[in-house]
């Protein structure tokens, strides 16, 4: 099969396991909107900021290294699994001790409710668990057992939620004798969050319990010091993209007044959900050419291949700007259709144009991924943190949650461009400047006319938008024909 056309196969597999988990749970933020006050729901966005922190440091880059030494001809394939298999259970172990033995520290530094700290660790755990069975599939190429696992976990969580926050009040107050109405409890809803959230990933673990079972478990020491060195920059890469990603909910619960904080990281939060779409594509795209990258980084001139998908990623995420951006006072209806969201608004072509640097960036990081040069993504990603922290740090007192916004979008263009001259460097690739800077900069600017130029005019908005549709079919249709139809 031409691999490209089976890449795109693969991705819009990883893709339905990616979009349609996250369409599902992206239903809980009108349901959590709906149910909790500003405030309430920035309670919420700082606990899960902690939760993305925390998930990066308990996955310490095995993720990544899993792929690396995997594919590596010269080693035993049952050996990597079964030493990264050790390697992440016996962390997690001892991490959840310790945890549990500071539990009431880590309440008092976060100001977290000891209650949620409790669920909080528990998920933890049995998230980092899965984690080598889940890039076992991937490697191995079963994208519709991954989409089964991934989709069960979602949609189990999305049923709990809609239990314990729609139907048990209901039921409560209809008939308070019930079985179930003893279930109840007022002013319990974050509790009944993370109760969802905590069962679905008990479920999902005994769903990918399998590769656990599977006898005899070999831990290599070479193996693993060699994948914990690969690891490291990841880890420090990974931090990094999370502080660019969550932090600044953090940085505005630190920096911002008590009596407002919450409710501007509510508002802030909600409307932040409305980049879904990009990061679903980003997400479902990284997940096909990861293993992609390293399994066709011994053919003959992958540059060649990576360059066009980089060329069709920029392509299809301009498109995905543009609509966002001139829809967007339609899809906030469906995703935040509270009104005491809305004032936050205003950060949504910023945060939709990071989220696509982003996804342009895993593209490029290709470079240092196959040339086994990880630290510079460390490099380049604790960059990025830092102006992410720099900016926010000078700028929310004064600005809010824009500055965070604003924040966000200079650090990942600054990784985009960091990257794209490093990898120069050290593994050129022949992107196709002219096209990819053309798409960039129309997209970008029909897209900045429409929201603030025009302010929002769906009308205008949606010639803009066709404009562009135009544009891509005229220069694109004959080469995605190719792709698709080419065996």
């Not at 899965?130 to 949609?155: D, Q």
């Not at 502080?243 to 911002?256: A, G, Q, S």
């Not at 935040?336 to 910023?350: F, L, T």
Request: glycine share 4%; aromatic share 18%.
């Amino acid at each position: 099969m031409n691999p490209l056309k089976k890449l795109f196969k693969q991705t819009f597999i990883y893709g339905l396991a990616t979009v349609l988990p996250r369409m599902l749970s992206f239903l809980l933020t009108p349901l959590y909107v709906t149910v909790l006050p500003t405030d309430g729901y920035g309670e919420v966005s700082i606990i899960f900021a902690w939760f993305a922190i925390f998930n990066v440091l308990l996955a310490y880059g095995m993720e990544t290294a899993f792929f690396r030494f995997y594919n590596d001809t010269s080693l035993n394939k049952k050996t990597v699994v079964t030493t990264s298999l050790i390697s992440i259970g016996v962390s997690s172990f001892i991490f959840m001790l310790l945890a549990f033995i500071f539990k009431g520290a880590i309440s008092s530094i976060s100001d977290i409710d000891p209650q949620f700290i409790t669920y909080a660790i528990l998920i933890l755990v049995l998230d980092a668990l899965v984690i080598i069975p889940f890039s076992w599939l991937r490697a191995n190429e079963k994208p519709m057992r991954y989409a089964l696992v991934k989709i069960a976990n979602v949609v189990i969580n999305l049923g709990l939620n809609c239990f314990f926050l729609l139907i048990l009040p209901i039921l409560a107050e209809s008939n308070p004798n019930a079985f179930l109405s003893g279930l109840y409890k007022p002013n319990f809803e974050i509790s009944y969050i993370f109760i969802s959230m905590l069962i679905a990933s008990g479920i999902t673990l005994l769903l990918m319990l399998r590769l656990y079972l599977r006898r005899p478990y070999v831990f290599d020491r070479f193996i693993w010091t060699n994948m914990m060195k690969y690891a490291a920059p990841v880890l420090v890469a990974g931090i990094a993209f999370t502080i660019n990603e969550v932090f600044d909910r953090i940085m505005l619960d630190w920096l911002l007044p008590d009596d407002i904080a919450e409710s501007e990281i509510g508002k802030y939060s909600a409307c932040y959900k409305l980049t879904l779409f990009m990061t679903l594509f980003a997400t479902a795209f990284r997940m096909g050419i990861e293993p992609f990258f390293f399994s066709h980084s011994k053919s003959d001139n992958p540059q060649r291949a990576y360059a066009q998908i980089t060329n069709y990623f920029v392509i299809l995420g301009s498109v995905i700007l543009l609509s966002v951006v001139v829809y967007a006072d339609v899809l906030k209806l469906f995703i935040v259709p509270n009104s005491d969201y809305w004032e936050a608004m205003s950060v949504v072509p910023i945060i939709i144009l990071a989220s696509f640097c982003l996804g342009i960036y895993h593209n490029l990081s290709v470079w240092y991924k196959v040339t086994d040069r990880t630290k510079f993504g460390a490099y380049i990603s604790l960059i990025g943190a830092v102006l992410t922290i720099i900016i926010n740090f000078a700028f929310i007192p004064y600005f809010g949650y824009v500055a965070s916004a604003v924040a966000t979008l200079v650090a990942y263009a600054s990784m985009v461009i960091l990257s794209f001259f490093f990898g120069r460097m050290y593994y050129p690739i022949p992107y196709n400047h002219r096209k990819i800077v053309f798409y960039l900069v129309v997209s970008i600017s029909f897209s900045m006319l429409s929201f603030y130029a025009f302010n929002r005019n769906l009308i205008i908005g949606s010639i803009l938008f066709i404009i562009f549709l135009g544009m891509v079919y005229r220069l694109e249709s004959d080469k995605l024909k190719q792709i698709f139809l080419r065996k």
